[in-house]
């Protein structure tokens, strides 16, 4: 065997290989499946496409499940999908998530030498949607979605995808708008040169009527969205930011239309058409802004959740958008149920609070539904699933989970901002018409359309939730999920840190040992069978040291938090849990030891070691905020945690209630904690600090309590999280800055009548995009700096 | 001066023509996707 001289890695996907075991001609692969993509692109000549972007590949060691998409051949499950549907042609538009690059495009429109029956496939790359028109005689729906599986492209059905003709209006819009406002200016020269005078009268007065004739489509149809937003907010007696807009474009129009009529002067078409056009590129520019950033925030692709199935060969964990109808789960104690699904064995007792707020909890039997969302309290459950799982619905349920809650965030303030600003902006501008109507009409209309454009407030209605997208989308590249970008403001106002320790600060593996007693195999399974239900570190740790899959099903479970678990099997009680809660043992007792007892007589101790993770010392060293530490452990191993933690601010043997209670009451003393725990037995301190962050290692323990969700291997990132979120704050509120200076230095001209509206109306635009320049350009510069890339 | 009659109207025409002509590529979907025709063209035509 020769020595592997360099890093392995796979030629597919540029992952590093363990071994050069997977090999195929003079290529290493780091799995079968990426090996089986290459033979596939081989087959067909196409390796091409690694010279495109090297190792362009996605990693494939995840295969779809055999007959997920069995239901694609299901005729009226498969209708809803095609775009348009024959015997012989068909198309269908998928979004898949996964292309990335210049290969990608490549290959996906190539698809039909790979696949015979593909007639055509295009990729919008922006959007990530692939369309393809293909003969459904020689293709059906399932192999084509399958395959494009077994590519790594695997499409993501579920979502309903909005059209990309909807950004067509505004096009036309745009178009009709540029048209019209070129042909106006060409129409006012003769004016703009002062060859009024000397010209025919009859040429000006047609010129005049043409422009006319020419700004009604201008105003009918390429401003109609302003007539119509301002309308809908006057009819919920609101003043919206399209108000001024809609007031301003119908002065224009109106004062335009007497001149010319009683024959006063020329008007102001070309103005109007002008800020029409400007006003509608503006609208553009932030609809493209927006959707780029929405295909990016779709947090719900990489969002990692799964779930644990039963196997032949025991357990494994499945993505859970990869989930099958009548696949058998395994839902722990404080796990949600991911899917609607029949209860096989166990005992529920489910808290529906996230779904229907309803605290008391329900307690199915076997055999009856049970829905999406619900929180198993008692023991392992196994269900079936019923119906597909939509991961959309349970991160809509980590939305909602704190919808009550009163936000008063900046957001809120630029809702807030905005509506106060329209209204002083109409009364300034109102004003202004009243006070230079008596001395000069055509100074007092040319004022009063100034103002209201110049200082259109839109800018501080889209800016905050604009950045805070960004920040999210730089976040979540790092492996810290956000619920919300709402979030980002939250962490940003954190003023102390609040951790738990059994896994959040150590890793989840530990050194075990057997103190004393022994036990016979069948006591082992037993234990694992009491064990497998609890989701608490230490269980969850002990259960897979003992490695057994055969236990037996307990008659009873129930978990009491901070102390143990209780379980029976007929006439025998089991108990593990700590020595002073199973002996009643009094005073100091070795806190990392797990007492098991049988009917109450101890027969066995395991100590556990946990280790810490890697890189708090880095964390803690150069951090300044307040940090206190809640364990639910006695003061064992402190050596470590007083170098990180200050004396005084390390609290043990607190049972999630004293966490609560702790984190309520730091709150009642205005301030803004942090509670960072692994989201299990802490969910209640999460969602009553300011920002929860859950740490997780398994990525199925998902807790709608919390408000961020990170990695476990990212905690030394923690400063950089919170500090780029103060950043980004500030950028948002400098940017707010610039554009409340901006306008009003603008404003102040136009209020002395020195605004033209064409040129107000070419100022208002420059400020929508500085000010989307800034937050874009500063939140990058602030994740770069501090590391968050 | 009645050529500038014919001459405003030549122009209008010539523009309602340009105009018609953006309406029609935003309706065929020319102007859906910006951005992956500039990897598109990095593609070397392939032999068939």
């Known amino acids: ?9 796979c030629f597919h996907c540029g992952d590093s290989c363990t071994d050069d075991e997977v090999r195929l001609e003079e290529h290493v692969f780091c799995c079968e499946g990426c090996k089986t993509v290459y033979q596939l ?11 495109l972007d090297e190792h362009a590949g996605l990693k494939m060691d995840r295969p779809v499940a055999q007959g997920k998409y069995a239901f694609l051949d299901d005729k009226s499950l498969a209708r809803p999908l095609f775009q348009f549907y024959s015997e012989t042609d068909a198309r269908v538009l998928f979004f898949t998530p996964s292309m990335h690059c210049a290969s990608c495009i490549w290959l996906l429109e190539r698809l039909y030498k790979l696949l015979p029956g593909v007639i055509e496939s295009r990729v919008n790359f922006d959007r990530k949607e692939i369309s393809v028109r293909f003969n459904p005689f020689e293709l059906s729906l ?31 819009r745009l178009g009709v708008a540029g048209f019209c406002a070129g042909n106006i200016m060409l129409f006012s020269f003769p004016e703009y040169l002062g060859m009024d005078t000397l010209s025919q009268t009859q040429f000006s007065a047609l010129f005049r009527w043409l422009s006319a004739a020419l700004s009604i489509p201008v105003v009918t149809f390429a401003a109609w969205p302003f007539f119509k937003k301002a309308w809908q907010g006057l009819k919920h007696r609101d003043l919206n930011i399209d108000f001024p807009l809609a007031l301003g474009i119908s002065a224009l129009f109106i004062r335009s239309v007497l001149e010319i009529t009683l024959g006063w002067g020329s008007g102001f078409f070309d103005s109007l058409a002008m800020l029409v056009f400007f006003l509608l590129i503006g609208r553009w520019l932030q609809d493209r802004a927006y959707e780029s950033l ?19 060969e025991g357990t494994r964990f499945v993505k859970l958008q990869d989930l099958q109808v009548g696949d058998i789960i395994r839902v722990k104690s404080q796990e949600l149920i991911p899917a609607d699904s029949r209860i096989i064995s166990g005992n529920a007792r489910i808290d529906y609070s996230f779904v229907n707020g309803e605290s008391t909890p329900e307690t199915p039997d076997s055999g009856e539904t049970l829905y999406a969302g619900g929180r198993q309290l ?6 079936q699933i019923l119906r597909p799982v939509s991961q959309s619905y349970l991160s809509a349920l980590w939305n909602q989970a704190e919808a009550g809650e009163e936000n008063k965030g900046i957001k809120n303030f630029s809702d807030q901002v905005g509506r106060y600003f329209t209204l002083a902006l109409v009364l300034i501008a109102t004003a202004t018409l009243v006070y230079w109507l008596p001395q000069d009409a055509r100074k007092a209309f040319d004022a009063f359309t100034a103002v209201l454009i110049v200082a259109c407030p839109c800018v501080l209605v889209v800016a905050a939730p604009f950045a805070f997208g960004n920040a999210m989308r730089w976040l979540s590249a790092r492996s810290i999920f956000l619920k919300n970008p709402d979030t980002v403001e939250k962490v940003a106002q954190v003023d102390q840190v609040i951790f738990d320790k059994t896994g959040t600060l150590t890793e989840k593996s530990a050194e075990i040992e057997l103190l004393w007693g022994t036990l016979t195999d069948e006591e082992t399974c037993k234990l694992a069978g009491v064990l497998v239900q609890s989701l608490h570190p230490n269980s969850r740790l002990l259960f897979n040291h003992l490695n057994r899959n055969d236990f037996p099903q307990t008659d009873t479970f129930t978990e009491i938090p901070g102390k143990g678990l209780k379980a029976s099997y007929g006439h025998e009680e089991w108990k593990v849990g700590s020595v002073k809660w199973i002996t009643g043992a009094k005073g100091e007792t070795e806190s990392t030891s797990v007492l098991v ?39 064992r191993g402190t050596e470590v945690l007083k170098k990180w933690f200050h004396n005084d601010h390390m609290f043990f043997g607190s049972s999630p209630e004293d966490k609560l209670r702790a984190v309520k009451n730091y709150r009642e003393l205005g301030h803004h904690p942090m509670m960072v725990g692994d989201g299990l037995n802490d969910s209640g301190a999460l969602k009553a600090s300011w920002t929860g962050v859950a740490i997780t290692d398994d990525v199925h323990a998902f807790t709608p309590a919390c408000d961020v969700i990170m990695v476990g291997k990212s905690l030394h990132d923690l400063p950089r999280f919170i500090r780029f979120c103060k950043r980004t704050l500030q950028t948002v509120k400098f940017s707010f800055l610039f554009s409340l200076v901006y306008n009003l230095i603008w404003m102040s001209l136009a209020v002395r009548g020195e605004l033209q509206p064409l040129v107000a109306a070419l100022l208002m635009p420059v400020s929508s995009i500085t000010v989307f320049t800034i937050n874009t350009l500063g939140i990058r510069y602030f994740a770069r700096k501090g590391g968050i890339q | 001066m009645t050529i500038i009659i014919l001459l405003i ?22 102007i859906d996707d910006t951005s992956t025709p500039a990897y598109r063209i990095l593609d070397e035509e392939d032999e068939d």
């Open chain 1, 1 to 9: 065997m020769k020595a592997v001289a360099e890093k392995l890695v």
């Open chain 1, 41 to 51: 692109l081989k087959e067909s000549d196409m390796c091409r496409y690694y010279s």
């Open chain 1, 142 to 172: 399932r192999q084509l979605v399958e395959k494009l599986s077994a590519l790594g492209y695997e499409p993501s059905l579920g979502e309903k995808r909005e059209d990309a003709g909807k950004g067509r209006m505004l096009l036309f």
């Open chain 1, 294 to 312: 929405s295909f990016e925030r779709d947090f719900k692709s990489y969002f990692p959740l799964a779930a644990e199935v039963e196997g032949e």
């Open chain 1, 378 to 383: 008692d023991g392992l459950l196994r269900v």
């Open chain 1, 597 to 635: 007892a049988r009917n109450n007589e101890p027969i066995a101790e395991f100590r556990l070691q946990w280790h810490f993770r890697e890189g708090l010392d880095e964390l803690f060293h150069t951090w300044t905020l307040p940090r206190y530490l809640y364990s639910g452990d006695k003061a």
């Open chain 2, 9 to 30: 109207s030549c122009s209008l025409v010539l523009a309602v023509g340009f105009l018609a002509a953006f309406i029609w590529s935003v309706r065929s979907g020319q």
